[in-house]
């Protein structure tokens, strides 16, 4: 169904009258088209040594101070010091606020991202590097790098044009501290047009197993030759999940179950791959999974990353919740995905993850925040959240350089949406900074972004795909 909302909005009585307009989202692969600026609080230096790695040095302009400051005449006649803004229209702003230990260097940091606010293109970007605040010492300096965040979530929520603002926290004050290869894919993901959807969130990047190299970073196609299952893949995001990964290079194994045949197989038809029609509630479906890999691609295949992208919604109050409906949507959800992966993960096991493997699991926003007749899949995707917190701190993992992240969608636009009443699929739609739904793809760029060889730093982390949506803000 048409986007009501879209086709109010973009008349142009509409645009006369102030109603918000819903940007067009810059997405893909895709570069700000004008400069990034990028300026330091406290002498940092690693932003731009990590935008020197991706090779972009001569697209960036240096600001060594807070604000150039003209003067000018208000209408009383009296004269004031503004700031200028940076010359032309800017693609986007990298600040380094790694170094910021006080109040003061909050100004700084104001300093810096004010003049940005009227300058970005459209769909520019706004990315702020900081520390853990329990890492910083002192408390003022703990602080000033928690501030960052209150900074970040409302620079995006004031931004527009389909522009972002994101956070990324890094390990400096450690004995392994993040470098500039292990931040690039971070930096790369959030300047370019697949974190389209993404905006007002906070990633840590800690420290990897070994440094990525650039053109492993750069990479169009990093998961050439590298098998990838994707589960729940026969429509709606899960095909848009297949898709986005055999466009860049994945073998893409598509698992779904017997119901949902017909359209596995024009998936996987599609994109080459191969499918797999399986219930992943069935207690050998990780060892099917292993079997298939194993029989499809040889006794040396091993799965690179695996998408549990499969679940289903059995919604109803709590009150009106029998134990079957409660217990399907947690078998699915969340149980299964513990099972297989307990699986997989045996090192011995022909067609199993493989080291240096990925494991993404899909939340959602219903598991941070709770949702009205949810209580059921709520508990299931915020199961997700705690099993992909405690995987990624797990030394075992760590130790084959394997990580565990997941995504949590906001309102992500599909067939299922498409069929929600008419009120409530609109108001879903605005209640985000960027006043509009995301699509399928801006969950599969991102969980591309998390499986990528590139992203090895980057574990334990539950990013949310939701255009900085108000629920569970």
């Not at 492993?216 to 995001?237: H, Q, S």
């Not at 795909?465 to 569970?472: A, D, E, H, K, T």
Request: charged content about 20%; glycine content about 14%.
């Amino acid at each position: 169904m048409a986007d009501l909302m879209q086709l109010l909005t973009t008349n142009p009585l509409a645009k006369q009258l102030g109603v918000p307009q819903a940007a067009r989202l810059r997405r893909g692969r895709e570069l700000p088209s004008g400069p990034v600026a990028v300026g330091a609080v406290g002498g940092g230096t690693l932003a731009v040594r990590t935008l020197e790695l991706l090779g972009v040095p001569t697209r960036v302009a240096l600001v060594d101070r807070p604000e150039t400051r003209v003067s000018e005449t208000t209408d009383d006649g009296r004269t004031r010091e503004v700031p200028e803004a940076y010359p032309g229209s800017i693609g986007a702003l990298v600040v380094d606020a790694t170094g910021a230990t006080s109040i003061a260097d909050l100004e700084v940091v104001r300093g810096l991202l004010r003049p940005a606010m009227k300058g970005l293109e459209r769909s520019g970007r706004v990315v702020v590097l900081g520390i853990e605040p329990e890492t910083a010492g002192a408390p003022t300096a703990v602080a000033t790098q928690q501030a960052l965040e209150g900074i970040v979530r409302s620079v995006g929520k004031e931004l527009r044009g389909g522009a972002t603002a994101n956070l990324v926290r890094v390990d400096l004050l450690t004995a392994e501290p993040t470098s500039p290869a292990e931040l690039a894919s971070t930096v790369l993901f959030l300047l370019h047009g697949r974190s389209a959807y993404v905006s007002g969130q906070v990633l840590h990047v800690g420290h990897g197993a070994g440094d990525p190299q650039a053109d492993e970073v750069l990479a169009d196609r990093p998961f050439e030759g590298r098998v990838v299952v994707v589960t729940g893949a026969g429509r709606g995001i899960g095909a848009g999940i297949a898709r986005t990964l055999a466009r860049d290079g994945a073998l893409v194994v598509a698992v779904d179950v017997p119901a949902g045949g017909q359209g596995l197989a024009e998936v996987a038809n599609s994109i080459g791959g191969t499918a797999l029609q399986l219930d992943i509630t069935a207690p050998d479906a990780g060892a099917r999974i292993a079997a298939h890999v194993a029989q499809r691609f040889g006794d040396m295949g091993r799965i690179h990353a695996i998408v549990h992208n499969a679940g289903i919604t059995r919604d109803k109050l709590l009150a009106n919740t029998d134990e079957e409906r409660w217990g399907s949507v947690l078998e699915v959800n969340l149980a299964a995905q513990i099972r297989i992966n307990q699986v997989l993960l045996d090192d011995g096991l022909p067609g199993g993850l493989d080291d240096g493997g990925r494991i993404v699991g899909v939340a959602s926003t219903s598991g941070i925040a709770g949702n009205r007749g949810q209580a059921n899949y709520a508990a299931s995707k915020a199961g997700v959240i705690g099993l992909v917190r405690a995987m990624g701190a797990d030394p075992r993992l760590a130790e084959r350089g394997i990580t565990v992240n997941a995504v949590a969608p906001g309102f992500i636009e599909t067939e299922m949406t498409g069929r929600m009443p008419v009120a409530t699929r609109e108001v879903a739609r605005r209640i985000n900074s960027l006043q509009q739904g995301g699509r399928p793809v801006d969950v599969a760029e991102t969980i591309g972004y998390l499986a990528d060889p590139a992203s090895s730093a980057v574990t334990g982390e539950v990013l949310r795909v939701c255009g900085q949506s108000q629920i569970g803000a």
